[in-house]
């Protein structure tokens, strides 16, 4: 009699086989993702199939390397570990040149595995990486090797630390964990590690509050980051790390093809080009003028300013924008001039220029009303003569501030004739400034005179669309970008 358990039993290891390697292609496809990603961003190599004439994690006791039955588990990792990257800009990541990301296991125990460790796991810069636990579920351990290892390449010192250590107040007082008391090198990553991560940083707030030693030593590494790695991760930045905010937002990989599509979307429907990928050979406008390119660790801000861009031109009737002839619009960041007062350079949110039909816009200025006040210099360019009856400016050089003075828009507006109508023009295109505006002109005659002539040129020269019923959506906050104005 045959035995008919045989067959069932290996139809049930086959499906087993099947559901365990399908289990590992998934895991592999997720590590392959993240190893991809941080590569392209970041240039960083993630390495867990190690060769066998290679070092294993350096040699740490009761390491092992990553098997298939570790893939899911590995898969997991990288998925913790990349929102905890992100926190580091491409700039960043590439100054200190991280450039492997070594993976293993261990048994050992979170203190053991870092006595045992040399320096923080740098390999004491020879592999240019840090390596890390894949069974090690707190992420502190990954901001804490990546102080030791840029400490390394600092160059540099946080000097005073061992006579803050010598304080004369209780020892528990001057440490955030036990491990700190190692020496000062653990002291400062432990610290460091802590204001990376949103829960341990918001206990460190509680801690200063009380225990004035951590307040200093906090202090010092904030500062020392600052100097020597990113001025960007400033005082803004570190609040973003107690908000919980999603870094990972802002990585080139993600908002560049958005950046991309609102170029694609605004050519499509205008006609206009929108530059932002410049040469060696583009030219710098005068000389006594700077000005940044654009680059890959921008994307996030750029992408968020022309999102705010496109609300704005989609304002205009394409009619408008045809018929005045606009080329290009290009975009820098850090616009200055050093021709202002008390050799100060100032900030530029934008410029016009009518020999090359362009206007040029710098997107670390967001608020918009740069736009419409260099887009209105282009009108008054192409329609001269108008407005004959606008009152003349008598101020003469002024400052760039919104800050009102009776019958003009700002102070700036002050300055001569042609920043008066760009700034009348400016403010009534935008909701809380018109609102604004509008409420002065109300008891100021001038201004209201200004208004007027504004209104009637720009329906009588420039687009009839752009009549009452357009500016009462102004007013309203209409979103033009649902109902095209064409």
């Known amino acids: 009699m045959k035995n008919k358990s045989i067959p069932l039993i290996m139809l049930i290891l086959f499906i087993s086989t099947r559901f365990y390697f399908a289990g590992n292609n998934d895991d592999e496809v997720t590590i392959s993702k993240y190893a991809s990603e941080f590569k392209t961003i970041y240039n960083i190599s993630i390495i867990y199939r190690y060769e066998p004439s290679k070092p294993i994690a350096y040699s740490i006791p009761s390491t092992t390397k990553i098997e298939n039955d570790d893939l899911p588990r590995l898969a997991l990792y990288l998925k913790e570990l990349q929102p905890e990257l992100s926190k580091y800009s491409e700039d960043f990541i590439k100054k200190i040149n991280l450039r492997n990301i070594f993976l293993y296991k261990s048994s050992s125990t979170v203190d053991t595995e870092r006595y045992n460790e040399p320096d923080g796991s740098t ?24 102080f030791h290892y840029i400490y390394n390449r600092a160059g540099a010192s946080i000097q005073n630390w061992s006579n803050i250590n010598r304080s004369p107040v209780p020892r528990h007082l001057l440490f955030v964990s036990q491990y700190a008391q190692k020496d000062i090198f653990e002291d400062m990553a432990e610290i460091y590690a802590r204001l ?6 918001l206990e460190l707030l509680n801690t200063v509050k009380s225990e004035y030693i951590i307040a200093t030593k906090i202090r010092l590494i904030k500062k020392f980051i600052q100097e020597h790695f990113s001025s960007d991760m400033d005082s803004v930045y570190w609040q973003n790390i107690i908000d919980g905010y999603d870094f990972s937002s802002e990585l080139s990989d993600k908002n560049e093809p958005r950046v991309k599509e609102y170029v694609k979307q605004i050519k499509n429907k205008y006609y206009l080009s929108l530059n932002y990928e410049y040469s060696a050979s583009s030219p710098i406008f005068s000389s006594n003028m700077e000005y940044k390119k654009i680059g890959k660790s921008d994307m996030a801000k750029f992408a968020a300013y022309l999102s705010n861009f496109q609300k704005e031109l989609y304002k205009y009737p394409i009619s408008l924008i045809k018929g005045i002839n606009i080329k290009d619009i290009n975009f820098y960041k850090d616009f200055s001039s050093d021709t202002t007062r008390n050799d100060n350079k100032i900030k530029i949110g934008g410029i016009f220029r009518n020999d090359n039909n362009s206007i040029y816009l710098n997107i670390l200025v967001p608020d918009l009303k740069v736009f419409h006040h260099e887009l209105f210099h282009w009108l008054d360019f192409k329609h001269p003569g108008n407005m004959p009856d606008w009152p003349e400016s008598h101020l003469g050089q002024v400052l760039y501030l919104d800050r009102s003075i009776p019958g003009y828009a700002s102070l700036y507006a002050a300055k001569n004739m042609a920043e008066d109508k760009a700034e009348t023009f400016a403010f009534l295109m935008l909701r809380d400034k018109a609102e604004e505006m509008t409420n002065r002109a109300k008891t100021d005659k001038l201004l209201d005179g200004k208004i007027k002539l504004m209104k009637k040129f720009i329906q009588e020269k420039c687009s009839s669309e752009m009549n009452v019923d357009y500016w009462n959506k102004i007013m309203t906050g209409f979103d033009f970008s649902t109902t095209f104005v064409k």
């Open 123 to 146: 390999s004491k810069n020879t592999n240019d990486g840090i390596s890390l636990n894949i069974n090690e579920t707190n992420m502190l351990m990954f901001h804490h090797k990546l």
């Open 196 to 201: 990376m991560i949103k829960t341990e940083a």
